[in-house]
T-cell receptor, first 111, second 116 residues
Framework: SQKIEQNSEALNIQEGKTATLTCNYT??????LQWYRQDPGRGPVFLLL?????KEKRKERLKVTFDTTLKQSLFHITASQPADSATYLC??????????FGSGTRLQVQP | EAGVTQFPSHSVIEKGQTVTLRCDPI?????LYWYRRVMGKEIKFLLH????????ESGMPNNRFLAERTGGTYSTLKVQPAELEDSGVYFC??????????????FGPGTRLTVL
């Protein structure tokens, strides 16, 4: 069956460090992979999209990599801040536009 | 510019009752999506409208769920009759552009539905 796994339910790091979140998938051939941020009581907010033929995408302190051979995406937040504390969701799109989400990783950045 | 709005923010109903959720997409967005997250699970796709037409309804769980998008503007999702397992957070999202290519989906805050 198709499956998306995000490396852990929760990740705690110190302010200023780099947070690295992992998204692994099986039995998919995604056209796109996206990362979203979700705060409590809010809807997901789009952060970055990476296409199957792209290896890396950056936006300010965020970096996403996509390895279709390993079936894995890594999401990095450099120079992390307490305001980065949130749940981060990985989502795949096989081209149908319907997003398939992972269960998320809750990031806590300690001051 | 206003974002995606959803009404109500919370709904508590008895099993067997009917509930209607509403979503107002971002103005000008042809694509409208419904997703839901049930307790402890990931967010799951329900269906996708392009304007007033259902493009993909493969995620609708059963025929107790009815989605409409009259005139290609706002959308409603009706659950009739509601069951306990329907409890969860229902998200609406919208996006602009040609349905054949990917573009950003903007999510609303969600409606939290509790069926007692």
């Amino acid at each position: 069956s198709q499956k998306i796994e995000q490396n852990s339910e929760a990740l705690n790091i110190q302010e200023g460090k780099t947070a690295t979140l992992t998204c692994n998938y099986t039995n998919y051939s995604p056209a796109y992979l996206q990362w979203y941020r979700q705060d409590p009581g809010r809807g997901p907010v789009f952060l970055l999209l990476i296409r199957e033929n792209e290896k890396e995408k950056r936006k300010e302190r965020l970096k996403v990599t996509f390895d279709t051979t390993l079936k894995q995406s890594l999401f990095h937040i450099t120079a992390s801040q307490p305001a980065d504390s949130a749940t981060y969701l990985c989502a795949l799109d096989t081209g149908r536009r319907a997003l398939t989400f992972g269960s998320g990783t809750r990031l806590q950045v300690q001051p | 510019e206003a974002g995606v709005t959803q009404f109500p923010s919370h709904s508590v109903i008895e099993k067997g009752q009917t509930v209607t959720l509403r979503c107002d997409p971002i103005s000008g967005h042809d694509n409208l999506y419904w997703y839901r997250r049930v307790m402890g699970k990931e967010i799951k796709f329900l269906l996708h409208f392009v304007k007033e037409s259902k493009q993909d309804e493969s995620g609708m769980p059963n025929n107790r769920f009815l989605a409409e998008r009259t005139g290609g503007t706002y959308s409603t999702l009706k659950v009739q009759p509601a069951e306990l397992e329907d409890s969860g957070v229902y998200f609406c999202a919208s996006s602009q552009g040609d349905y054949r290519r990917q573009d950003t989906q903007y999510f609303g805050p969600g409606t939290r539905l509790t069926v007692l």
